[in-house]
């Protein structure tokens, strides 16, 4: 295991208490995912998909540089900054989506 790995397992408990925290929150069925240059929502995804869906998302993720990682080593550079860069950066992408879903009543 490597040591990034607890940074991505923290981020993955503060996801998880973001899913706790805003979803009592989130009054409608449907959370906007992506915002168009006017501001607007572009598409929307379910309540439990958009809170949820970020940890299996997460965990994907983390897979798939570690069958990297295990299949093609010659390709694969930074693995351990390259997790840490992505649970930090899928933490707090969720954080923001969470506060405009609730912000959006």
Request: net charge positive.
């Amino acid at each position: 295991m490597l040591s990034a790995d607890y940074v991505l397992g923290f981020a993955v408990a503060v996801v998880v208490a973001f899913n706790i925290y805003f979803g009592r929150r989130i009054e409608g069925e449907r959370v906007a995912m992506q915002w168009g240059r006017d501001g607007e929502p572009t598409w929307y995804a379910p309540k439990w998909l958009a809170m949820w869906g970020m940890i299996v998302f997460m965990a994907a993720v983390r897979l798939f540089i570690w069958l990297a990682s295990v299949y093609t080593p010659q390709y694969v550079h930074g693995a351990e900054l390259g997790i840490v860069v992505f649970s930090v950066i899928a933490a707090g992408s969720h954080l923001f989506v969470l506060t405009k879903a609730t912000a959006s009543r």
